[in-house]
């Protein structure tokens, strides 16, 4: 007659082992995403509201864009299309470091420019029902881009001496491996209007979702028991989640 087995309890110490070794497997899964698959953002200015909002906290997506990678086989990376959400780094020499969230507008070869505030590429009037005006004063430079008629004391010196060289007939041609970026509160956005292309090379990331906002209203709970608060701050932070496109 067989006896049952017996298993002995882990040790104290073993069992302070194991829980290390699963701490450190989840630490390595995270420093892997981190490195080669999300970064965290966070939204600092107004320039693209309402799509994103101040206070936002955004993955983005690395591998998106990314020239190459070592997911490429999993996660093939592509090519930025009009329209798409990208973060970068601000093509300035003076703040190399800065980075920013705009949406691509003019394409390598797109000829572009704006009239009355709104956007025109290849002669066509583009169709962008993500945009927002805000009531400002009338701006020449912002809103008929790119007028040369007088020069921006907010726009990039460089840049402007770029725009005089290369404007043909009231227009710009987006070079090669750049993009023209803008954002979507157009009145209140430091774009490509204002310090240029963006340079394939200098996209970092493709926005993927908000998880966190703390632009969202705090919630009031009218009940004091500890389930109706959990449940009401646990709605919050589910509707803070956005998926961006």
């Given at each position: 007659?067989?006896?049952?087995?017996?298993?002995?309890?882990?040790?104290p110490?073993?069992?302070?082992?194991?829980?290390?070794?699963?701490?450190?497997?989840?630490?390595?899964v995270?420093l892997?995403?981190?490195t080669?698959?999300?970064?965290?953002?966070?939204?600092?200015s107004e320039?693209?509201?309402?799509?994103l909002?101040?206070g936002d906290?955004?993955?983005?997506?690395?591998?998106?864009?990314?020239?190459t990678g070592?997911?490429?086989k999993?996660?093939?990376p592509t090519?930025p299309?009009?329209?798409?959400?990208?973060?970068?780094?601000k093509?300035?020499?003076?703040?190399?470091?800065l980075?920013?969230v705009?949406?691509?507008?003019?394409?390598?070869?797109?000829?572009?420019?704006?009239?009355h505030?709104?956007?025109?590429l290849?002669?066509?009037?583009?169709?962008?029902?993500?945009?927002v005006?805000?009531?400002?004063?009338?701006?020449?430079f912002r809103?008929?881009?790119?007028?040369?008629?007088r020069a921006?004391?907010?726009?990039?010196?460089?840049w402007?001496a770029?725009l005089r060289?290369t404007?043909?007939?009231?227009e710009?041609i987006v070079?090669?491996?750049?993009?023209f970026v803008m954002?979507?509160?157009?009145?209140?956005?430091?774009?490509?209007?204002?310090?240029?292309?963006?340079?394939?090379s200098?996209?970092?990331a493709?926005?993927?979702?908000v998880?966190?906002?703390?632009a969202?209203?705090p919630?009031?709970?009218?009940?004091?028991?500890?389930w109706?608060?959990?449940?009401?701050?646990l709605?919050?932070?589910?509707s803070?989640?956005?998926?961006?496109?």
């Amino acid at each position: 007659m067989e006896h049952p087995r017996v298993t002995a309890a882990p040790k104290p110490h073993e069992s302070l082992l194991l829980h290390l070794q699963a701490l450190l497997e989840i630490l390595v899964v995270v420093l892997f995403a981190a490195t080669f698959i999300v970064q965290p953002f966070r939204i600092p200015s107004e320039s693209m509201q309402p799509t994103l909002m101040v206070g936002d906290f955004l993955l983005g997506n690395k591998q998106a864009f990314a020239p190459t990678g070592v997911l490429d086989k999993i996660l093939p990376p592509t090519t930025p299309h009009r329209g798409d959400l990208v973060i970068f780094l601000k093509p300035n020499p003076e703040t190399p470091d800065l980075i920013l969230v705009k949406r691509i507008i003019g394409l390598p070869g797109d000829h572009l420019h704006l009239r009355h505030n709104r956007v025109y590429l290849n002669g066509n009037p583009l169709t962008e029902p993500y945009a927002v005006y805000s009531s400002a004063p009338p701006d020449s430079f912002r809103d008929d881009f790119p007028s040369l008629l007088r020069a921006n004391p907010d726009v990039n010196p460089n840049w402007w001496a770029q725009l005089r060289r290369t404007e043909v007939h009231g227009e710009i041609i987006v070079p090669a491996n750049s993009y023209f970026v803008m954002g979507d509160n157009r009145n209140d956005s430091e774009d490509s209007r204002y310090w240029g292309y963006v340079p394939r090379s200098a996209i970092l990331a493709r926005p993927l979702l908000v998880y966190f906002s703390t632009a969202a209203p705090p919630s009031q709970p009218t009940s004091t028991t500890l389930w109706h608060r959990l449940t009401t701050n646990l709605h919050a932070e589910v509707s803070n989640l956005r998926i961006l496109r």
